[in-house]
Nanobody, 114 residues
């Protein structure tokens, strides 16, 4: 099973983007679905997560601006990003943690210009 992330691009500060992550097959025993990002020259960092019972958490820097959601039936993951800032520039990765294995998407580039 592979994860395909999409929706990245170039946007001006204050703009919005919606990232999507789709699994190529069925994943059994999903526990948590997450978004991470890796800014230029920095380490990968956690952005947001959603559990299968709907519990959601965000890193402080994106609270009130980003919204994570999932399509439980299709096991797709989304990240709505509003009020984007230049510091949000990064490669964004989706991650699915199941009881058997951890899956990573290939990353999608988000660039926010000032």
């Amino acid at each position: 099973v592979q994860l395909q992330a999409s929706g990245g691009g170039l946007v001006q500060a204050g703009g919005s983007l919606r990232l999507s992550c789709a699994a190529s097959g069925n994943i059994i025993g999903i526990r948590v679905m997450r978004w991470y990002r890796q800014p230029p020259g920095k380490e990968r960092e956690w952005v947001a997560s959603i559990t299968m019972n709907g519990s959601i958490q965000y890193t402080d820097s994106v609270k009130d601006r980003f919204s994570i959601s999932r399509d439980r039936a299709k096991k797709n993951l989304y990240l709505q990003m509003d009020s984007l800032e230049p510091r949000d520039t990064a490669v964004y990765y989706c991650n699915i943690d199941s009881v058997y294995k951890e899956y990573w998407g290939q990353g999608t580039q988000v660039t926010v210009s000032s």
